[in-house]
Structures are given as C-alpha cells and as structure tokens.
T-cell receptor, first 113, second 111 residues
C-alpha cells in the first residue's frame, strides 16, 4: 500500500513565524503535490514537483515555497505565516503514467493566530 | 466560471436510499474522471476511476460519464451511515499530471 505521511496533524503558529510542513512517501513516486483545502473551495494546488529539485507553481503559490531535495520528501514552507493561511494542508504523491491517481496524506490542520 | 462545478451540499438522505452526486465541467479535453471519498479529518482516497465516456460499477457504486453533456455522476445504492463523507470529483486531460477538482459534496446518511 502507498503510504504518504505528513509531519504534523495539527499545528498552531503565530503571525510572522516561519512554518515547515513535511511530507514523505514510500512508493518511489516521481510526482508530489501540496494542496490547501478550505470549505466550499475544494482542493487548491499550491505547488507540485515532478522530480527531485524540480518545482512548478500551482494556482495559489503566493506566500509559499517548496523544497524537494530527495525523491521521497516534499516540504512546504510558509516564510512568514499570516492568518489567511489558516487551512487544511494536504500532500499527495503520484506515479508517472496517464492514470493520474493521487495518494494523499492525512493532512495538517494549520492555525495561524 | 470554475472549470469543474460541484454542489457542496450538505446532502442528507435516509439509510438505504439511492444517492446521486454530480459534477459538471467545461473543458472538453478532459478524459480521466475520478471520484474521491474523504472522511472527516482524513485525506481523500480514490473511490472510482473512469476513462472517457460510459459507466463503471463497483459493488454499490456506479460512476457515469456523459462527455456530450460534460456531466459526471456517482450513484450509491443501498446507502449506509458509513458512506457519510465528502465526495470530490476530479478530472484530467492526461497531459501534465494535474487534477482539476470539484469543491466536494458533503453527504450525510441518516440511520
């Protein structure tokens, strides 16, 4: 079974703090994604990566950056957290091929005060 | 206008009812259609996958794609309280790994 793990289930940070969210997958997948999920808005893509050290902006990259130094690990960084970044953050991984199935981690509920 | 439209609900039905969940889309290039189920405080999991048009059945679940109307449906027969979850549709043209997501419909099955 594919396993995608995220470093924290719940996180509370203060405005202006630097926040690191980590995601690890164990299936040797090439592609990894970071989404945020807000009520009524569904999943919105922040960044994705199709290879080590490669990254592409998604629909809402402002205020976020990412790092992929190893194939299995994809990190999301909030350089200076703001209250409007309070959300559920979901990481997903996907193997190459046209099937497109994405496997998700359990999510991190981030609250910025 | 969003590329994929999905009513967020909530949709509340009694146990045993047939449930119909739907999404409409605007991009005629979409070929891969998926339904994900997301339980509270969990990540989404793939439930059904369909390529191009037609129906696909898996137990109590049937996924239907009508490309001419740009409309997809998920039917749940003999609904159970354990089916209570948010159901998200997702689709792709197969080109660049990205999925385009609906907002998700929250489904509540009352015992």
């Amino acid at each position: 079974d594919v396993k995608v793990t995220q470093s924290s289930r719940y996180l509370v940070k203060r405005t202006g703090e630097k926040v690191f969210l980590e995601c690890v997958q164990d299936m040797d997948h090439e592609n990894m994604f970071w989404y945020r999920q807000d009520p009524g808005l569904g999943l919105r893509l922040i960044y994705f990566s199709y290879d080590v050290k490669m990254k592409e902006k998604g629909d809402i990259p402002e205020g976020y950056s990412v790092s992929r130094e190893k194939k299995e690990r994809f990190s999301l960084i909030l350089e200076s957290a703001s209250t409007n970044q309070t959300s559920m953050y979901l990481c997903a991984s996907q193997g190459d091929g046209s099937y497109n199935e994405q496997f998700f981690g359990p999510g991190t509920r981030l609250t910025v005060l | 206008q969003k590329e994929v439209e999905q009513d967020p609900g909530p949709l509340s039905v009694p146990e045993g009812a047939i449930v119909s969940l739907n999404c409409t889309y605007s991009n005629s290039a979409f070929q891969y259609f998926m339904w994900y189920r997301q339980y509270s405080r969990k990540g989404p999991e793939l439930l059904m996958y369909t390529y191009s048009s037609g129906n696909k059945e898996d137990g109590r679940f049937t996924a239907q794609v009508d490309k001419s109307s740009k409309y997809i449906s998920l039917f749940i027969r003999d609904s159970q309280p354990s089916d209570s979850a948010t159901y998200l549709c997702a689709m792709s043209d197969g080109g660049n790994y990205q999925l385009i997501w609906g907002a998700g419909t929250k489904l509540i099955i009352k015992p």
